[in-house]
DNA sequence: CGCTTTTGACCTGCGC
DNA sequence: GCGCAGGTCAAAAGCG
């Protein structure tokens, strides 16, 4: 999912950057723009899309259970297939792989819902893709938080090692990280986040160091098993602890809302890209020569 | 010296 | 109860 989103996604377009306001045509800028607005049109329209069906999904479950208490509560065995859909639906493009995605999280539910539902699972999972250097046999996700490796495993599903971590940003810090290089694509480090920070996120300098010295940038797509609900974040580089993300919440969530917080979110991820904003200001200064230089 | 990493042993849960 | 697989522990080694 994520190189194919990279090399598709408009916040990657090549925006001629450091080029002068002449090389840089301002008609080939307006042209990527709406290109870009075109496509971020799309993607709300295939997010909301997702969302509303996790919503009928999620009152599904309601009924299934028929308890409150049960909801948001995940079988082992259902954590560890959502799992192995994250570790096998990588590669494609985010529609598809997400419906697909979905539609087994769907057909899972309804399999396992009458069995029996562990109360102790009620940690936040979440996963992140991270595009790596295929020859780079480290196992560091860069996401400005300090981790301890306590532990290394070798699956039987995956013949690469998957490494243990704990938070050591606080001493009591609850929070696991598995670090697993994807079976498919081995370029592609699959990191697992489980449980919640108990401490402030890392100081932005912390976080942008660790997040730019590898030049990758995690796509964050999660399946979260404590509120049964499926996040796609398209833009946010830090993960639970980050302000703010596009996300597919829960039922009191309006769709335009969620719209709305999705558009910010991409507007922000824009207007935080040095690239982005150093090519707009090109754009924006040549249009006012031409402008001027028309009026004399 | 203190912190991190490595790695074999041990623990735990699940399926049969 | 047994075997398997995933997860964790902890001692030793490595590193700055």
């Given at each position: 999912m994520a190189s194919e989103w990279n090399n598709q996604s408009p916040l990657s377009?090549?925006?001629?950057?450091?080029?002068s306001p002449n090389q840089a045509s301002a008609g080939t800028l307006e042209a990527k723009l709406s290109e870009l607005s075109e496509e971020n049109k799309r993607l709300i329209k295939i997010i909301s899309t997702i969302y509303m069906k996790q919503a009928a999904l999620h009152n599904q479950l309601k009924d299934l259970t028929g308890s409150p208490s049960a909801e948001g509560s995940f079988s082992l065995m259902r954590k560890r297939q959502i799992e192995s859909i994250e570790m096998n639906t990588y590669d494609g493009s985010v529609c598809e792989r997400v419906d697909e995605v979905r539609n087994q999280i769907e057909s899972n539910l309804i399999e396992h819902s009458c069995k029996r539902i562990r109360e102790d699972n009620k940690h936040n999972i979440y996963t992140t893709y991270t595009k790596t250097?295929?020859?780079?046999?480290?196992?560091v996700v860069r996401d400005g938080y300090h981790w301890r490796k306590y532990g290394q495993k070798v699956t039987r599903d995956n013949p690469s090692p998957r490494a243990y971590f704990r938070c050591s940003?606080?001493?009591?810090?609850p929070v696991k990280k598995k670090v697993q290089r994807s079976?498919?694509?081995?370029?592609v480090l699959v990191a697992t986040y489980e449980g919640n920070h108990n401490h402030g996120p890392p100081s932005p300098l912390d976080a942008a160091n660790n997040l730019h010295q590898n030049g990758s940038h995690p796509c964050f797509f999660s399946v979260n098993s404590s509120d049964s609900t499926i996040t796609l974040d398209?833009?946010?580089?830090?993960?639970?602890?980050?302000?703010g993300r596009a996300a597919c919440k829960d039922?009191?969530?309006e769709t335009m809302e969620f719209q709305n917080l999705l558009a910010e979110q991409m507007a922000s991820s824009l207007t935080k890209d040095s690239t982005f904003t150093a090519a707009l200001a090109s754009a924006i200064s040549g249009r006012m020569l031409q402008h001027l230089e028309a009026q004399n």
């Open positions: 377009l090549d925006l001629c950057v450091g080029q250097n295929a020859s780079d046999s480290s196992m940003f606080a001493p009591s810090c079976a498919e694509d081995k370029s398209l833009t946010q580089q830090e993960f639970k602890s980050g302000v039922k009191d969530t």
